[in-house]
């Protein structure tokens, strides 16, 4: 990630609940992101108090213990560092569904992963500007945490690479 990025990502990390909230609300242009974009869990919101240990557990390792990232162009998250890659998503733009605000919504009905999960599951995004995105981490009865995704440089190849 570019100096420029991990500073704003920095500065995301240091915000306060309420600073990361009116961001999230804030009217922005909600351009589809393409590309891989690198993740870092920011903090919980209110409603992680209301999810069942399980969730939270699976969150808590998953996300803020472990490397996670999303790539647009594949509609995947990449789990454990890019070892596991799932959550096949459809990313659509609409009405949040827990602020007043405008978001791309991620539903995974897409996924092959079991029913009683792709039921579960539900995430938000918002572009801040063409590299940065702030998400809300959700399940269907509430959201959960606030992340941030920053994309990742293109990777070129070298003549000769196979």
Same mark, same amino acid.
């Given at each position: 990630?570019?100096?420029?990025?991990?500073?704003?990502? $920095?500065?995301?990390? +240091?915000?306060?609940? &309420?600073?990361?909230?009116?961001? !999230? &609300?804030?009217?922005?242009?909600?351009?589809?992101?393409?590309? +891989? !974009?690198?993740?870092? /869990?920011?903090?919980?919101?209110?409603?992680?108090?209301?999810?069942?240990?399980?969730?939270?557990?699976?969150?808590?390792?998953?996300?803020?213990?472990?490397?996670? $990232?999303?790539?647009?162009?594949?509609?995947?998250?990449?789990?454990?560092?890019?070892?596991?890659?799932?959550?096949? /998503?459809?990313?659509?733009?609409?009405?949040?569904?827990?602020?007043?605000?405008?978001?791309?919504?991620?539903? !995974?009905?897409?996924?092959?992963?079991? &029913?009683?999960? +792709?039921?579960?599951? !539900?995430?938000?995004?918002?572009?801040?500007?063409?590299?940065?995105?702030?998400?809300? @981490?959700?399940?269907?009865? $509430?959201?959960?945490?606030?992340?941030?995704? @920053?994309?990742?440089?293109? +990777?070129?190849?070298?003549? $000769?690479?196979?």
């Amino acid at each position: 990630m570019a100096s420029s990025l991990q500073r704003r990502i $920095g500065a995301l990390r +240091r915000a306060t609940p &309420a600073e990361l909230e009116r961001l !999230y &609300a804030a009217p922005l242009a909600l351009a589809i992101p393409s590309g +891989r !974009y690198a993740g870092c /869990f920011l903090q919980r919101t209110p409603g992680w108090k209301r999810a069942g240990l399980l969730v939270r557990s699976a969150v808590a390792l998953g996300f803020a213990a472990l490397p996670f $990232g999303v790539d647009f162009d594949r509609s995947l998250w990449r789990l454990a560092g890019g070892a596991v890659r799932a959550g096949r /998503f459809e990313l659509q733009p609409g009405p949040s569904h827990w602020r007043p605000t405008r978001t791309l919504a991620m539903h !995974y009905e897409a996924s092959r992963l079991p &029913a009683s999960v +792709r039921a579960l599951l !539900y995430d938000e995004v918002k572009p801040l500007d063409d590299d940065l995105l702030l998400g809300l @981490g959700c399940v269907a009865q $509430g959201d959960l945490f606030f992340f941030a995704l @920053g994309a990742e440089p293109a +990777r070129g190849h070298l003549i $000769g690479d196979a």
